[in-house]
């Protein structure tokens, strides 16, 4: 995988597939216990000649962590920057479309909202897709009624005030030291719990990939031990980020209301719909899609939802 070293001393990481000369790029940002590696092309990509980029998140894998005199927005964009400033020679004339899953979708949020004088590329956005998404907590007062109890107790109110994060890594470490312990417990969390109706789009999903189930929820399994193999600062950062400031508050300004935001949300979730439902009714140009099956469906139709925000 790519690393990126600024003069700073950071270390961003990342990789790329696709057109690396196209003017149009997927910017992607996967969830929580994962890198921004891409084993698998979309179709869409080289139908449409699009550059994919996937980016790893401050803190996993060998991505530097957030420092203690930023923020997880403010070094997300700073990161983000860097990034376009090295592959690219000229910026101006790119159109960027957004996506990200779960935790993902709040770097694929703060990247959208970022204003102008901050992130300039940002006039280059075109559009978004989150799925499974999270809203922000700041501004978003309700939103603890979307989460699971799970998520209640690693990212909710408490978490303001306790050292909860820093101690649930202590609990987990041990599920992430090797692939096959991270793999049983993948399964136990998503995969254990389709019904045969998701099972049967996973494996078309995954048939679509070039790949199998097991190899999918492998694969997945050897990246999450690598996404913490360096530490568990991206973890820890979390809930910090969910509760921090994003840049921006609602509703945008008009100049921020460009392409189409397309917001996917499942009906088997334990994350519920509320906080996609808060994300339509304030994000312009959004179309709102409740998709059937669980935390990942969203996925099993990606490819399409691109081509859908492209056009």
């Given at each position: 995988m790519p690393l990126l070293t600024l003069d700073s001393g950071r270390v961003i990481a990342y990789d790329q597939d696709g057109d690396p000369e196209s003017n149009n790029v997927l910017l992607f940002f996967a969830g929580i216990f994962t890198i921004g590696s891409i084993k698998y092309t979309f179709p869409v990509v080289k139908e449409k000649g699009l550059h994919h980029i996937a980016f790893t998140l401050p803190g996993w894998g060998d991505a530097s962590p957030v420092p203690p005199s930023s923020t997880f927005a403010q070094t997300l964009i700073g990161d983000i920057t860097a990034l376009f400033g090295h592959l690219y020679t000229d910026t101006s004339n790119?159109?960027?479309y957004i996506a990200g899953g779960s935790f993902?979708?709040?770097?694929?949020?703060?990247?959208?909202?970022a204003p102008f004088d901050i992130f300039p590329l940002g006039r280059n956005v075109a559009g978004m897709i989150l799925l499974a998404p999270f809203s922000p907590f700041r501004i978003h007062k309700n939103y603890a009624k979307s989460l699971s109890w799970r998520d209640w107790i690693s990212v909710g109110p408490l978490t303001k005030y306790l050292p909860i994060p820093g101690l649930l890594s202590l609990v987990m470490g041990s599920k992430f030291k090797t692939v096959d312990s991270a793999e049983q417990m993948?399964?136990?969390?998503?995969f254990d719990?389709?019904?045969?109706?998701?099972?049967?789009?996973?494996?078309?999903?995954?048939?679509?990939?070039?790949?199998?189930p097991d190899e999918f929820v492998k694969t997945w399994a050897e990246e999450s031990v690598k996404s913490v193999e360096n530490g568990w600062e991206g973890f820890?950062?979390?809930?910090?980020?969910?509760?921090?400031?994003?840049?921006?508050?609602?509703?945008?300004?008009?100049?921020?209301?460009?392409g189409k935001v397309l917001i996917k949300v499942s009906i088997s979730d334990e994350l519920g719909?509320?906080?996609g439902e808060y994300l339509a009714q304030n994000y312009a140009n959004s179309e709102f899609i409740i998709c059937e099956g669980g935390h990942i469906s969203g996925i099993y139709t990606l490819n399409e939802d691109i081509i859908h925000v492209i056009s």
């Open positions: 790119l159109k960027i993902g979708t709040v770097p694929a949020q703060v990247t959208y909202g993948l399964r136990q969390i998503l719990k389709m019904d045969e109706a998701e099972k049967e789009k996973f494996a078309a999903h995954c048939q679509k990939l070039g790949s199998t820890k950062q979390c809930a910090v980020a969910l509760h921090g400031d994003w840049g921006f508050t609602f509703p945008l300004d008009a100049e921020h209301a460009r719909s509320g906080m």
